[in-house]
C-alpha cells in the first residue's frame, strides 16, 4: 500500500534515552518533514529535507536530530530525551513536482518521556 | 510573527452548514491548505487555495482573501462523520507550512 509509515506506533522512554522514530515512503517525493502535535498548539515543524543528502531545522529542531542517506527514509532522533518531548510525532512528504506541494501525512507516533 | 488563528471549537447539528473561519499573518503566501483530522489519526489534505475565490470540491468549499488574510472553509449536509478538527496551514515564503492550532468540530444529531 503506497504511502508513509512510522514506527513504533507508540512508545514509553525513560528520561535520559536515546529514541530513533522512522519513517519510511515509498511515493518518491523528494521532500520529507518531521512535525510535533501538542494539545492547544499547532503543528510545529522540527526538521526537513528538500531531497535526499540535505536537512534543515524548523521552528523547533533543538534536542531532535535527523538524516536523509536516500529518498525513502527521515529518521528522527532523540539524543537524549526528556519529559518536554512526550508528543506525538507525524513525519510527512511533498513533491515538489506538485505545483502545491500537497503533504502527506504518516500516521504518527505517540511517545511519552517520564 | 507568524500567526494563524482559528475558532478552539465549534458545534453544529447533522445536515446542517457550518463555516469555519481561518486569519492568518504570514511572511509570504504562497496558498493556504484545510486539513482534516479525526481523533487519534493523522491530518488529511482537503482543499488548496492560492487565488481569491471560493474553490468548491463535493460538500466542502474554500475561500480565501489574501488582501483580508482571511479564507474559510464550508461544511454543508454535515454528516456524523464530519466531526473531526479542522486544521488551517499557509505556505510561506519560505515554502515552509505555518499550521493553526485547529478547529474541533462536533456534529450532534
Known amino acids: 500500500i503506497a504511502g508513509i509509515t512510522q514506527a513504533p506506533t507508540s512508545q514509553i522512554l525513560a528520561a535520559g534515552r536515546r529514541m530513533t522514530l522512522r519513517c519510511t515512503q515509498d511515493?518518491?517525493?523528494?521532500?520529507m518533514y518531521w512535525y510535533r502535535q501538542d494539545l492547544g498548539l499547532g503543528l510545529r515543524l522540527i526538521h526537513y529535507s528538500n531531497t535526499a543528502g540535505t536537512t534543515g531545522k524548523g521552528e523547533v529542531p533543538d534536542g531532535y536530530s535527523v538524516s536523509r542517506a536516500n529518498t525513502d527514509d527521515f529518521p528522527l532522533t532523540l539524543a537524549s530525551a526528556v519529559p518536554s518531548q512526550t508528543s506525538v510525532y507525524f513525519c510527512a512528504s511533498s513533491d515538489s513536482g506538485d505545483p502545491q506541494e500537497t503533504q502527506y501525512f504518516g500516521p504518527g507516533t505517540r511517545l511519552l518521556v517520564l | 510573527g507568524q500567526n494563524i488563528d482559528q475558532p478552539t471549537e465549534m458545534t453544529a447539528t447533522e445536515g446542517a452548514i457550518v463555516q469555519i473561519n481561518c486569519t492568518y499573518q504570514?511572511?509570504?503566501?504562497?496558498?493556504l491548505f484545510w486539513y482534516q483530522q479525526h481523533a487519534g489519526e493523522a491530518p488529511t489534505f482537503l482543499s488548496y487555495?492560492?487565488l481569491d475565490g471560493l474553490e468548491e470540491k463535493g460538500r466542502f468549499s474554500s475561500f480565501l482573501s489574501r488582501s483580508k488574510g482571511y479564507s474559510y472553509l464550508l461544511l454543508k449536509e454535515l454528516q456524523m462523520k464530519d466531526s473531526a478538527s479542522y486544521l488551517c496551514?499557509?505556505?510561506?515564503?519560505?515554502?515552509?507550512?505555518?499550521w493553526g492550532a485547529g478547529t474541533k468540530l462536533i456534529i450532534k444529531p
Open positions: 496551514a499557509v505556505m510561506d515564503s519560505n515554502y515552509q507550512l505555518i
Open positions: 511515493m518518491r517525493h523528494n521532500a
Open positions: 504570514t511572511s509570504g503566501f504562497n496558498g
Open positions: 487555495n492560492v
